[in-house]
C-alpha cells in the first residue's frame, strides 16, 4: 500500500483510512501497556490507577518516593545486587562456549549436525516449565539447587541458542576466501581468527550477548525453582510482588527495566546496520 | 595421482576432510558436552522420575516378596507370611525413618494409606512375635482392605506406569487401566483447556498480526522500520513488566476500569472482571506473544513481490480477489511458521497464567509447578511435564520440517 493511486474510487478510499485506522489502534495495542506503567511509576499515592491529581497535571500529584523505596528496600537492592551478579557471568559462559560451537558449526563438513543442532537449540524449544523442573530434580541430586552457580549453569544453558543461531547467522554472510587470503600471507590459522575473523563476526557476538544477557536478566520460571532466598533476582522479586504485597515500587522497577530494553534495542539495530554496512550491503 | 608430499591425492584429501570435520567438533564439543550436562540431563532426570518407582521395593523389599503369592482377586487378606514379612520391615524403615516416605508416596495413589503407616509405625515397636496378621488387624483396620494391599502390591516393581496413568486420569484397579470417574478428572480436562487457550491466543495473534505484518511489509522502509519499534520494544521487554502493566490496566480498580467509569460506560458498581479469569490470560498473552506471529510473518509477507498482485488487479480482479488468490496464498508459510511459533511458546506458558489467570485461566504448567513445589509429588509433576513435552516437540517436528530451525531469525 505505497499510497493510495489517484484512480481510487470510493469504496477503496474509505478502506484504506479505514485499514490504517485499525493498524494504528493495533500498535497502540501493542505499546500502550508498556507506556502506561511509565507515568503511573511517578504516582504519589500507593495506586496501580491514575490519581485526580496525576490527570490535572498537579505535580503534588507526582513524586518520585517509588524509585527512592526501589534505591533504599534492602529486598529490592538485594534482588538487584543477585540479578546483576547473575546475569552477566551466564551471558560470559553461553558467550564464550557459544561462540566457539557456532564457529565450529558454520565448517563446511561437520557430522551429525543435524543431531548436535537439535541438541544446542533445545533449551530455546523446551518449555521453562520442564527445564525448571527438570533442573530443580537433577540440581538437588548432585547439591547444585539453591545456589549461585546452579542458578548461572541452569541461565547459561538456556542463553546459548540465542548466541550458536546471532554468530551463525554472522557466519553465513562470512566470505571464507578473506581466510584463505590471511592464509596465503602467512598468517597462521590463530592470528586470521583473531585479525580476519573475529573483528567481522564480533556484530552477531555482541548480539548473541545481549539475547543471553536479556534471556538471564529477565528469567523467572527457572530462578524460582533452582534458587533459594539468596538467590532471588529482580524478576522474582517482581513475581512474588505481584503476587502478594502490591506495591508501585513494581511499576518504577518496571520503568527502568524498560529503559534498559530501549537501550538495548538501539544497540542491536546500531550493531545490525554496521554489520551489514562491513559486508558491503545497504543498511535497510 | 599424488599430492605434493607423495601420498595418494584421494588418501591425502580424505584425510584433510578427516582433519576438518575433527576440528570441526573439537570446536563444538565443549558447548555441547555443557548443554549435555547442564540441560539434557535434567530433562532425562525427569523422564526417569515419572517412571521410577524404586522407593516401595526398597523400603519394603520382605512385604513385596511375600506379596507376590498373592491374589487380589481372590478376595482375602494375605496371609500371615506377608504380615510377617511386613512386621520385618516395617520396624527397619521406622528406625531409619523411610516409612513415612513410603506413606506418602502410595497415598498419592490410595487416600488413606499415609496416616494408616503413619499410626501403625509408632505401635510397630510393641509388636510380639508370631501371630502378626491379627496383631496388625487390631492395630488398624486399613490392613485388613483389600485395596490397601492391591496398591502395595500394583505399586511393588521398580518401575511403574503409575504416574502417567494419573497424568492422564486413569488408574490402575486390579484389571486393566481405567478412567476415573468423572468428578476426579482434572488432568485431562487442564490438557484440554491449555490447548483450546493455546489455540485461541494463537487465533487472536494471527487475526492482529496480519494486518499488522502486512503493513511494514508494504510501508516505504525507513516507516516500516520507524514503526518496527512498535513491534520490538514490546518483544524486548522483561515479561514481568508487560505482566504488570496488563494488571495495571485489567484489575477491577485498573486503569481500563477507572477510565470506563469515568466516561460513564459503566457503573461505578459493576466494573468488568478482566482478571483472575481466561479473558484476563488471553489479553495480556496475545499482547506478550504477537511479536512472535509479527516477526515471522514479516519476514515471509517481504519477500512476496507487489507485482503479482499489481499483474492480478490489472487482469481485472478486484482487490479482495487479488489479495485472497494471489497474495494471502504466498503468506501462508509466514502463518503456519508464526502460528506453530506462537502456539509452541503458548502451550508452555506460566508466569502470565500464574499472575493473570485465576483458577479458570491457568495452564497445565501452573499444575507442573503445583505438583513440585507444593504437592511434593515430583513423578506425577513429572509425568505431566513429560507429556507436555511430547506435544512441544512434535509441533517443534513440524516448525523444523516447515521452517527449518536454521531459518530462525532473532530481532
Not at chain 2, 512472535?292 to 514479516?298: D, S
Not at chain 2, 502460528?339 to 483458577?359: D, K, R
Not at chain 2, 512434535?394 to 536454521?406: A, C, E, L, M, S
Request: contains cysteine; glycine residues 8%.
Amino acid at each position: 500500500m505505497a499510497g493510495l493511486p489517484p484512480y481510487a474510487s470510493t469504496g477503496q478510499r474509505v478502506w484504506y483510512y479505514t485499514f490504517r485506522f485499525i493498524c494504528a489502534l493495533l500498535f497502540l495495542f501493542l505499546i500502550i501497556p508498556i507506556l502506561v506503567i511509565i507515568p503511573l511509576s511517578f504516582n504519589a499515592e500507593d495506586f496501580f490507577t491514575f490519581t485526580k491529581k496525576m490527570l490535572a497535571l498537579d505535580p503534588e500529584g507526582y513524586s518520585l518516593k517509588h524509585y527512592r523505596d526501589f534505591l533504599t528496600n534492602t529486598d529490592w537492592q538485594n534482588a538487584l545486587y543477585n540479578s546483576v551478579r547473575i546475569a552477566p557471568m551466564a551471558t560470559l559462559l553461553s558467550v564464550s562456549f557459544g561462540t566457539l560451537a557456532a564457529i565450529g558449526l558454520s565448517q563446511s563438513h561437520v557430522p551429525f549436525r543435524g543431531v548436535i543442532m537439535a541438541i544446542l537449540i533445545s533449551p530455546m524449544i523446551v518449555p521453562l516449565i520442564i527445564s525448571a523442573a527438570g533442573m530443580y530434580f537433577f540440581y538437588s541430586r548432585i547439591g547444585l539447587q539453591g545456589t549461585y552457580w546452579g542458578v548461572v549453569l541452569a541461565h547459561a544453558a538456556l542463553g546459548t541458542p540465542f548466541v550458536i543461531i546471532t554468530v551463525t547467522a554472522t557466519l553465513v554472510g562470512f566470505d571464507k576466501s578473506l581466510v584463505r587470503a590471511a592464509a596465503n600471507l602467512g598468517a597462521d590459522p590463530v592470528r586470521t581468527f583473531f585479525k580476519v575473523q573475529m573483528p567481522l563476526i564480533v556484530p552477531g557476538v555482541i548480539s548473541g550477548a545481549l539475547f543471553a544477557f536479556i534471556t538471564s536478566f529477565d528469567e523467572v520460571v527457572v530462578v524460582l525453582f533452582l534458587g533459594s532466598a539468596s538467590q532471588k533476582t529482580l524478576p522474582w522479586q517482581m513475581f512474588t510482588g505481584l503476587r502478594e504485597q502490591i506495591s508501585p515500587t513494581i511499576l518504577a522497577v518496571a520503568t527502568i527495566l524498560v529503559t534498559i530494553s530501549i537501550l538495548l534495542l538501539t544497540t542491536l539495530e546500531y550493531l545490525r546496520r554496521r554489520s551489514e554496512r562491513l559486508r558491503g550491503m545497504t543498511p535497510q | 595421482m599424488l599430492a605434493a608430499d607423495g601420498t595418494p591425492l584421494k588418501a591425502s584429501l580424505a584425510r584433510a576432510l578427516r582433519r576438518q570435520k575433527l576440528r570441526a567438533l573439537m570446536l563444538i564439543a565443549p558447548l555441547l558436552l555443557f548443554v549435555v550436562l547442564t540441560f539434557i540431563a535434567p530433562i532425562v532426570d525427569m523422564l526417569w522420575r515419572s517412571i521410577e518407582n524404586q522407593l516401595v521395593p526398597e523400603t519394603l523389599p520382605r512385604t513385596v516378596e511375600a506379596l507376590k503369592d498373592w491374589n487380589p482377586k481372590s478376595g482375602e487378606v494375605p496371609g500371615e507370611a506377608v504380615f510377617a514379612a511386613l512386621a520385618a520391615d516395617l520396624q527397619i524403615a521406622v528406625k531409619a525413618k523411610t516409612h513415612t516416605r513410603v506413606a506418602s508416596r502410595l497415598n498419592y495413589e490410595q487416600p488413606g494409606i499415609a496416616s494408616l503407616f503413619r499410626q501403625s509405625g509408632r505401635k510397630v515397636k510393641r509388636l510380639e512375635e508370631g501371630n502378626y496378621r491379627e496383631q496388625f488387624l487390631d492395630m488398624h483396620d486399613g490392613w485388613g482392605s483389600i485395596a490397601v494391599w492391591s496398591t502395595i502390591k500394583r505399586f511393588s516393581g521398580d518401575y511403574t506406569a503409575g504416574y502417567f496413568l494419573n497424568a492422564v486420569d486413569m488408574e490402575n484397579t486390579g484389571d486393566g487401566a481405567q478412567f476415573k470417574s468423572e468428578d476426579q478428572q482434572i488432568y485431562l480436562f487442564l490438557f484440554g483447556r491449555t490447548f483450546l487457550l493455546s489455540v485461541t491466543i494463537t487465533f487472536t495473534c494471527l487475526l492482529l498480526g496480519y494486518p499488522l505484518a502486512w503493513l511494514l511489509a508494504t510501508l516505504p522502509v525507513r516507516t516500516s522500520n520507524l514503526l518496527m519499534i512498535l513491534v520490538l520494544l514490546p518483544f524486548w521487554t522483561s515479561l514481568l513488566v508487560r505482566t504488570s502493566a496488563w494488571i495495571v490496566l485489567l484489575q477491577q480498580e485498573g486503569v481500563i476500569n477507572d477510565t470506563l467509569v469515568t466516561i460513564g460506560i459503566l457503573d461505578d458498581n459493576n466494573r468488568l472482571q478482566m482478571m483472575f479469569n481466561q479473558t484476563g490470560t488471553i489479553i495480556a498473552m496475545t499482547h506478550i506473544l504477537l511479536p512472535f506471529m509479527i516477526l515471522p510473518l514479516y519476514s515471509v509477507m517481504k519477500t512476496i513481490p507487489p507485482s503479482y498482485v499489481r499483474a492480478a488487479k490489472s487482469l481485472g480482479a478486484t482487490d479482495w480477489t487479488a489479495f485472497w488468490r494471489v497474495y494471502f496464498p504466498q503468506s501462508v508459510p509466514g502463518i503456519g511458521a508464526g502460528a506453530i511459533l506462537v502456539f509452541i511458546v503458548a502451550i508452555g506458558y506460566y508466569i502470565t497464567p500464574e499472575l493473570v489467570g485465576g483458577t479458570d485461566g491457568i495452564f497445565i504448567s501452573n499444575r507442573i509447578a503445583y505438583h513440585i513445589s507444593s504437592s511434593l509429588n515430583w513423578g506425577l509433576g513429572a509425568a505431566l511435564g513429560v507429556i507436555l513435552l511430547g506435544v512441544v516437540l512434535i509441533f517443534y517436528w513440524t516448525y523444523d520440517k516447515i521452517v527449518g530451525i536454521d531459518n530462525v531469525k532473532l530481532g
